[in-house]
């Protein structure tokens, strides 16, 4: 295995804020990390930066040996679920197209190729059947379908996924991490994936990240996600329960019941 991305001493903030600091973090390929933590911790800011998008306040972050900058066309992204409006006249075909095309603006590719390419994306995640409706009509497991097709179009060797289960119903939440992990099986990915809920993840994720009060640890599920860990993390007693296979946690301070599921469980 090797290192895709790397962090070496990161500290993010914005203004006066801190998010987290001192983030020593290494993804390699065929690996999944989950992100997870309180709401404004800074989790989807983290994959901005990865992304070239937000700096880092001080530390580094390299991307196969090199600064992360934006437009790396070997990161893939799938963003925060937003459903489609009514009146955008993109079908699920484009929204892949997209992808494939990129930023080559002005160089074009052959059209049978970008065809056959389009069509190889669409039906490794299974979206054939609805390839040519508008995306507004499709449900949001469809989308996301897409997402990760659009995502996987330009051969990436990592894939950030900001909440890709976010307002999905149990079967597409597993349909859609099971797509996820298909990939990085496949395509040797590296993945950081950030979750309010382990969960529908649980037995695909390799270490977790958890990040809370501007600290962090890392570990896998098993080292990370324990009353021990968690009450130290919050600096509360937070109660870590396992229970048919599933990870349950209560009492985690000022979360939003939308956002934590698990905590809403146990309340
Ligand atoms: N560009 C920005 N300028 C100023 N503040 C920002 C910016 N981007 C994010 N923030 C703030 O940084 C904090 C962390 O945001 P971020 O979206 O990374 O959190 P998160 O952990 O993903 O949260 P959630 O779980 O609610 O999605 C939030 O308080 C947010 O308002």
């Known amino acids: 295995m090797s290192?895709?991305?790397r962090l070496e001493r990161a500290a993010l903030g914005f203004g006066a804020r801190r998010l987290w600091e001192g983030l020593d973090l290494e993804v390699s390929s065929g690996e999944l990390i989950a992100v997870l933590g309180a709401n404004?911790?800074?989790k989807s800011s983290l994959l901005k930066v990865v992304l070239g998008q937000v700096p880092l306040w001080s530390g580094s972050?390299?991307?196969l040996g090199t600064p992360v900058r934006r437009g790396d066309r070997r990161i893939g992204y799938v963003p925060q679920q937003r459903l489609a409006e009514d009146g955008v006249p993109l079908r699920g075909r484009d929204l892949v197209a997209l992808g494939v095309d990129g930023h080559r603006w002005g160089v074009p590719i052959p059209s049978r190729a970008r065809r056959q390419r389009v069509n190889q994306l669409l039906s490794s995640v299974g979206a054939e059947a609805y390839a040519s409706t508008p995306l507004s009509s499709l449900s949001g497991g469809e989308q996301q379908r897409l997402r990760i097709a659009q995502a996987l179009a330009a051969d990436p060797r990592l894939l950030l996924c900001d909440e890709p289960l976010l307002s999905l119903d149990l079967p597409h939440q597993r349909l859609v991490s099971d797509l996820v992990d298909d990939a990085r099986?496949?395509?040797d990915l590296g993945v950081l994936f950030v979750t309010h809920d382990i969960n529908p993840i649980l037995d695909k994720v390799d270490r977790v990240l958890y990040i809370a009060n501007h600290?962090?640890?890392?570990g896998t599920p098993d080292e990370v996600m324990t009353t021990d860990v968690l009450s130290e993390l919050f600096d509360a007693p937070v109660e870590v329960i396992r229970h048919n296979g599933r990870i349950l946690v209560a009492g985690v301070p000022d979360q939003d019941p939308y956002h934590h599921p698990e905590a809403a469980v146990l309340r």
Do not use: E, K, M
Not at 215 to 218: A, E, L, Q, T, V
């Open 3 to 5: 290192v895709v991305l």
């Open 40 to 42: 404004g911790s800074g």
């Open 215 to 218: 600290r962090f640890r890392i």
């Open 185 to 187: 099986r496949r395509l």
């Open 61 to 63: 972050a390299t991307f």
